[in-house]
Nanobody, 117 residues
Framework: VQLQASGGGSVQAGGSLKLSCKTS???????????KAWYRQAPGSQRELVAELTSGGSTNYQDSVKGRFTISRDNAKRTVYLQMNSLEPDDTAVYYC?????????WGQGTLVTVSS
């Protein structure tokens, strides 16, 4: 199984980006039954959870991104998305997608988001 993250880039504050995390080698039932999440790691900081989408369809967000970020998935494409609006300089980080299914856990390679003021 591989996760390929994309969509990062440089934007000005107030802008938007949409991150994608396409999986390969994962059967549909595993994808739909998994917990999907986006984490981020800013320079000098620990990796932190940004958003998660449970297997039951519930979403949870870090307080700082509530109302601005939206996690979603396309089962047919086996892809997880993170729509990021009203970006702020503090959102600057490397963003990682994560998929967890039971004892299996997979990480994407990270995509850099830089927000300038």
């Amino acid at each position: 199984v591989q996760l390929q993250a994309s969509g990062g880039g440089s934007v000005q504050a107030g802008g938007s980006l949409k991150l994608s995390c396409k999986t390969s080698g994962m059967i549909l039932s595993t994808f739909t039954g998994s917990r999907k999440a986006w984490y981020r790691q800013a320079p000098g900081s620990q990796r932190e959870l940004v958003a998660e989408l449970t297997s039951g369809g519930s979403t949870n967000y870090q307080d700082s991104v509530k109302g601005r970020f939206t996690i979603s998935r396309d089962n047919a494409k086996r892809t997880v998305y993170l729509q990021m609006n009203s970006l702020e300089p503090d959102d600057t980080a490397v963003y990682y997608c994560n998929i967890n299914y039971g004892s299996w856990e997979y990480w994407g390679q990270g995509t850099l988001v830089t927000v300038s003021s």
